[in-house]
């Protein structure tokens, strides 16, 4: 009877321990961006490439980062003038909200 009252006040000694150093566990919600869908603009081939950029508004704080996954630069602005009815260009514009995509469609 004493080994019994002994095995038992030691597993509910080790209960008490288990319990008094069990980790504690914190829940947070993180909620995943948005994802927005490419803006599409149609426009006529061989438009003067200014003249197509400035047909994509920019939001406060955004910049054109690449064409068609290229940097941005004087190179990618050639490309797209000399590019033909019935192809697109894709645009990457950063910004405080992220990156967004604009495809454009030649015609």
């Known amino acids: 009877m004493i080994a019994a009252r002994s095995l ?6 080790a209960l008490l321990l288990v319990i008094a150093t069990r980790p504690t566990y914190e829940l947070r919600v993180v909620t995943a961006p948005a ?17 197509l950029l ?11 980062i690449a064409i068609d996954d290229r940097p941005f630069g004087a190179a990618g602005l ?13 645009l990457d ?3 405080d909200a992220g990156i967004r ?7």
């Open 8 to 13: 038992v006040l030691g597993f509910f000694a």
């Open 93 to 95: 514009i950063a910004g």
């Open 54 to 64: 400035s047909a994509v508004r920019l939001a406060p704080g955004e910049r054109f």
């Open 35 to 51: 994802h927005r869908a490419p803006q599409i603009i149609d426009a006529a081939a061989g438009v003067n490439p200014a003249r």
């Open 78 to 90: 050639v490309a797209v003038a000399a590019r033909r009815a019935g192809s697109y260009v894709d």
């Open 101 to 107: 995509r604009v495809v454009v469609l030649l015609h």
